[in-house]
């Protein structure tokens, strides 16, 4: 059986080069502060982006957007993060991925077809989740539960 969920109203803050020697300091104080002023952080997405260099981005409701404000205004950072509001999640999950192969194709193969590119990308064991802008939600998931559930 596979699932499908849909979150609207999704945030993504995005910081990238981020050097790899202030890293763990850095998204503490920043996971930290979030959690003091009760920002509920939903998926987390971390990347190597040089042989020094990192990426986080991560995702929250947009309810959090002035919270998140804060937090981000009292962080000292190497380059401002991307900050996108208004966006929606589409999670996939199902045990089968356990043990199975092709899902990420089949999910990456939609987003090509579509031409949309996504926000953010995470997954579990079983589950992939994305998030889109949301005006490319209504046919990503069209499209996705037209690819998974044939």
């Given at each position: 059986?596979?699932?499908?969920?849909v979150?609207?109203?999704?945030?993504?803050?995005t910081?990238g080069?981020?050097?790899?020697?202030?890293?763990?300091?850095?998204i503490?104080?920043?996971?930290?502060?979030?959690?003091?002023?009760?920002?509920?952080?939903?998926?987390?997405s971390?990347a190597s982006?040089?042989?020094?260099?990192?990426?986080?981005?991560?995702?929250?409701?947009?309810?959090d957007?002035?919270?998140?404000l804060?937090?981000?205004?009292?962080?000292?950072?190497?380059?401002?993060?991307?900050?996108?509001?208004g966006?929606v999640?589409?999670s996939i999950?199902t045990?089968?991925?356990?043990?199975?192969r092709?899902?990420?194709?089949?999910?990456?193969?939609?987003l090509?077809?579509?031409?949309?590119?996504p926000?953010?990308?995470?997954?579990s064991?079983?589950?992939?989740?994305?998030?889109?802008?949301a005006s490319?939600?209504?046919?990503?998931?069209k499209?996705l539960r037209?690819?998974?559930l044939?």
């Amino acid at each position: 059986m596979i699932n499908f969920n849909v979150t609207e109203h999704i945030s993504v803050v995005t910081f990238g080069n981020i050097p790899y020697e202030s890293e763990s300091d850095f998204i503490y104080r920043l996971f930290r502060l979030s959690a003091e002023e009760n920002i509920n952080i939903d998926m987390i997405s971390r990347a190597s982006v040089s042989t020094d260099r990192t990426s986080v981005g991560f995702t929250f409701s947009d309810d959090d957007i002035s919270l998140m404000l804060k937090v981000l205004g009292s962080l000292r950072f190497y380059r401002p993060p991307l900050v996108s509001c208004g966006n929606v999640k589409i999670s996939i999950k199902t045990s089968d991925m356990i043990n199975g192969r092709g899902f990420a194709m089949k999910v990456f193969s939609v987003l090509s077809e579509l031409n949309i590119t996504p926000i953010l990308v995470t997954t579990s064991e079983d589950e992939i989740s994305v998030v889109v802008r949301a005006s490319d939600s209504s046919d990503f998931e069209k499209k996705l539960r037209s690819v998974f559930l044939c």
